[in-house]
């Protein structure tokens, strides 16, 4: 089993940042690919981002975060991070680390194997 715990959310007004973190522990050699994805109220849930623990460069982003967000890792760490900039209030949303053992990149949430929590990111106008 994977486990994995996000951290960092909070309230933040609109054009500044906020850094997510997702801690990663357990089997974390069975994974591949992280990846963060966000739920607004009364919305599906969607893609953000997304790499491959093991090359470094292999990044992949929604359109909507594109230029604002960065996805990263520190793999001593076994830390996934999400670094938020230029948010916009429709930025608000629960966001989701996830996993993935595939070693394919993904953007479905149903094609990931374990997830976290969640933690709220509210952005006010």
């Known amino acids: 089993q994977v486990q994995l715990v996000e951290s960092g959310g909070g309230l933040v007004q609109a054009g500044g940042s906020l850094r997510l973190s997702c801690a990663v522990s357990?089997?974390?050699?069975?994974?591949?690919?992280m990846g963060w994805f966000r739920q607004a109220p009364g919305k599906e849930r969607e893609f953000v981002a997304a790499l491959n623990w093991w090359s470094v460069g292999s990044t992949y982003y929604a359109d909507a975060v594109k230029g604002r967000f960065t996805i990263s890792t520190d793999n001593a760490k076994r830390t996934v991070y999400l670094q938020m900039n230029s948010l916009k209030p429709e930025d608000t949303a629960v966001y989701y680390c996830?996993?993935?053992?595939?070693?394919?990149?993904?953007?479905?949430?149903?094609?990931?194997?374990?997830w976290g929590q969640g933690t709220q990111v509210t952005v006010s106008s």
């Open positions: 996830a996993a993935r053992r595939a070693s394919t990149y993904s953007g479905r949430g149903n094609e990931y194997d374990y």
């Open positions: 357990g089997r974390t050699f069975s994974t591949n690919f």
